[in-house]
Each structure stands twice: as structure tokens, then as C-alpha cells.
């Protein structure tokens, strides 16, 4: 069965930082995570950061953009968000999202989310 890890979460005051790290199951997984969304308090999912496994090309949610910073170990099969100059808004909870390796639907797979908080 496939695993999605995630850990990283917490409170912070706005301004500060958080490292979240999402790990499928180990080094050998077939899994690929790629992709960071969030769902905030009385609000639908919401895009946040996507890397490519081919090409390596990286996509940011407006939001985020030059704030957050998304990136990926391949040889411990673990994506990361970094997280920096936090405002209250990007509270939420965080969701990593993965894809099958070889054909399979986008988003095939995701974690079981993780709280970030940030105080005013």
C-alpha cells in the first residue's frame, strides 16, 4: 500500500518559517511526490507548488510566489516545501500529492494533510 509521510507542520508567528517534508515509502517507492495543496479554514483545496519529475520544471501558486519554495530528494524519494515570511492567510491544512510512476492519473495519491498555523 502506498504511503504518503508528511511532518513539518506547527505554529509560527507571522514571519517566520516552516519546512514541510512529504516521504513515500521508501527509496524504491513507485510513487512520485509532486505537488503541495492546501485546504483553509471554510475553504476548498487550493493549489500551492507542483515540480515535475521530467524536466524538473516548478510551478507556484500566486500566493506563494517568492515566498515558498518546493523541492525534491530524489534519492529518498522526499519532496519538500520551505516555507518562508509566513502570513496569517496561509493557514490552513497541507496536503502532499503524488503521481504513479509510469502511466497514471495525476494526484493519484496524497497524504493524510498536516496543520499549519500562523499567529498574527
Known amino acids: 500500500q502506498v504511503q504518503l509521510v508528511e511532518s513539518g507542520g506547527g505554529l509560527v508567528q507571522a514571519g517566520g518559517s516552516l519546512r514541510l517534508s512529504c516521504a513515500a515509502s521508501?527509496?524504491?517507492?513507485?510513487?512520485?511526490?509532486v505537488a503541495w495543496f492546501r485546504q483553509a479554514p471554510g475553504k476548498g483545496r487550493e493549489f500551492v507548488a507542483r515540480i515535475t519529475w521530467i524536466g524538473g520544471l516548478i510551478y507556484y501558486a500566486d500566493s506563494v510566489e517568492g515566498r515558498f519554495t518546493i523541492s525534491r530528494d530524489n534519492a529518498k524519494n522526499t519532496m519538500f516545501l520551505q516555507m518562508n515570511s509566513l502570513k496569517p492567510e496561509d493557514t490552513g491544512v497541507y496536503f502532499c500529492a503524488a503521481n504513479p510512476i509510469g502511466p497514471g492519473p495525476r494526484y493519484k495519491y496524497w497524504g493524510q494533510g498536516v496543520q499549519v498555523t500562523v499567529s498574527s
Open positions: 521508501g527509496s524504491s517507492s513507485n510513487v512520485l511526490p
